[in-house]
């Protein structure tokens, strides 16, 4: 098993890695839009957000060896349901023909007040 950390991606605001490698697998921890070169959280709406939380999982990915073409599963927890369509199409955007399997799920509540968290399953390129 191995940690994978990236300064390309918010730094974890817990005790958790960014992401952990372990037999071939990236198995992220989940992003929210924060900006990594400010630390902050960005101004905007669920698509903005969602753009952030797409490429912090992206830096992830690229940090552990893989990128979101070798996705296989994502989990994405919304403050509102009805944002679901437009998140849908930031989706389609950062995964274009490589749909991973997907669950979406509403919560009450996701850490500092966020609209969206991503969190996602990846094989390691060879």
């Known amino acids: 098993m191995k940690s994978i950390k990236t300064d390309r991606a918010p730094a974890p605001i817990g005790p958790y890695s960014q992401a952990i490698e ?26 903005a957000q969602a753009k952030q ?8 990915l690229e940090a552990a060896g893989s990128g979101l073409n070798h996705v296989v599963k994502t989990t994405i927890y919304l403050k509102n349901m009805n944002d679901f369509g437009q998140v849908n199409e930031i989706y389609a955007q950062y995964f274009g023909q490589a749909v991973p399997a997907r669950s979406t799920v509403e919560v009450a509540c996701l850490p500092k007040d966020v609209l969206i968290e991503v969190d996602c399953i990846a094989e390691k390129m060879v």
């Open 22 to 47: 372990s037999n071939g697998l990236i198995f992220t921890s989940g992003q929210i839009a924060i900006d990594p070169n400010t630390n902050n959280l960005i101004d905007g709406d669920v698509v």
């Open 53 to 60: 939380v797409f490429e912090n999982l992206k830096a992830v």
